[in-house]
């Protein structure tokens, strides 16, 4: 079950708090999990030991727009994309905190962005999908 395993991970984390690999496995089972108060402490203390890891700065975003607070999430996405420009998951989650705040016009230019990485992929494809259909709506 998805809570033995984050026992058992935490077990792992508490016995070696440097153990990058668990921390990071933790984080996202706590963040699956939807434990975001957790998940949030657990990706902070990864991050403290690999500060340049995007993809997990991008999940740690996610935590904090999904808990509400979507300013420190914007703020860890572009973070993330100061290690990797081109990450084309912190542009497309950028494109929908954005859209989410009602900012059409930047939430566009992300999703642009998250294109421009390269269309074919699933991100690349949905992003052209939500650009299509703003494309229809009277700005």
């Not at 998805?2 to 792992?12: G, H, N, V, Y």
């Not at 403290?48 to 997990?56: F, G, I, M, R, T």
């Not at 081109?86 to 950028?94: I, T």
């Not at 421009?116 to 009277?138: C, D, E, F, W, Y």
């Amino acid at each position: 079950t998805r809570c033995s395993d984050i026992e058992a991970l935490q077990k792992t984390v508490d016995a070696d708090p440097n153990d990058v690999g668990s921390l990071l496995r933790l984080a996202n089972a706590l963040h699956d999990a939807k434990f975001m108060p957790r998940a949030i402490d657990t990706y902070n203390k990864y991050l403290h030991l690999k500060p340049a890891d995007a993809d997990a700065r991008v999940d740690l975003g996610i935590c904090y727009y999904e808990s509400g607070d979507s300013p420190t999430g914007v703020k860890e996405m572009q973070t993330a994309l100061t290690y990797d420009p081109k990450h084309q998951m912190a542009l497309f989650n950028l494109g929908i905190v954005t859209l989410n705040q009602g900012n059409l016009a930047q939430s566009n230019e992300w999703f642009k962005k998250a294109v421009a990485v390269n269309p074919n992929t699933q991100v690349g494809q949905r992003a052209q999908q939500i650009l299509t259909q703003h494309s229809t709506i009277q700005q």
